[in-house]
């Protein structure tokens, strides 16, 4: 008989503060320009940042899922934020990295095993859905408030970029992650909305939509149409193109350093 999660099955992981302590410190370097080469310090910045937002990703389906009726989610370890407990560490958060360091986009991620059937009512199925990518909006705007508050003055440039990059990876995430595609959470919010025929029908496709997304982003038209979107949604939150161009070059350090972003933080 499953029972309701214990004290120590909420209890968060030292997995998931020792990299919330890399995010701090690394975030400090790159403030203080204390590191020997920057770029290196914003590369660790950015990556464990993005993987805290990965595991609050995969956190708010949960704890949406346990206050829903699932009292399981406890037992699987989902509530203690540690990464390797979850159904597939791969999909959620080492595909997600990779993606980031070869890309520049967010990645969906999505492995937490929800056991539906405990769960009453079309809305709270479509709310763990929709808890995910919502944490990411929400971490999205905690990256750009500086700038849609107006609070940069003091902000290092280097930092202000770093935080550029991180917000175009929470918005690419969040984006893609509520397209009513079968395998990402948007389809999962509308999901208990379509009838049971419709669901049968579409239920073998679900482990090839994220593929689709990505393939479809290949085609040059499509690519360069999302990321003008991605361009005006950060634009009406302060933040510029070149502004998210230099956080992704110092990001990649192992690229050629651009020097009109170097001549920035000089």
Known sequence: ??????????????VF?????????????VWTDFA?????????????AWVVSLCLHEYAHARTALHSGDISIGAKGYLTLNPLKYTHALLS?????????MGGIGLPGGAVFIERSRIRGRWRHSLISAAGPLTN????????????????????????????FLALLQVT????????????????????????KFRAQVEPFAPFGLLAVFGVLFIPEV?????????AILSGLG??????????????FWKTRDELCQSFVS
């Not at 008989?1 to 030292?14: E, G, V």
């Not at 020997?36 to 990556?47: G, N, P």
């Open 173 to 196: 995430a969040a984006i893609l992650n509520f397209l009513p595609v079968p395998g990402l959470d948007g389809y999962g919010v509308i999901e208990p909305w379509l009838s049971r």
């Open 36 to 48: 020997a080469d920057a770029r290196i310090a914003v590369f660790l910045f950015v990556t464990s």
């Open 239 to 252: 933040i510029s193109d070149l502004e998210t161009y230099c956080g992704q070059n110092f990001y990649r």
């Open 93 to 101: 958060i080492v595909l997600p990295v990779i993606f980031v360091i």
């Open 17 to 29: 503060l020792g990299i919330a302590a890399v995010m701090a410190v690394t975030g400090w370097a």
């Open 1 to 14: 008989m499953t029972t309701a999660p214990s004290r120590r099955d909420r209890r968060i992981s030292p």
């Open 137 to 164: 909006v929400v971490f999205a705007l905690v990256c750009t408030a500086p700038f849609w508050l107006g609070m940069l003055d003091g902000v290092p440039m280097i930092f202000r970029f770093a935080l550029a």
């Open 223 to 231: 690519n360069i149409a999302f990321f003008n979107g991605i361009d």
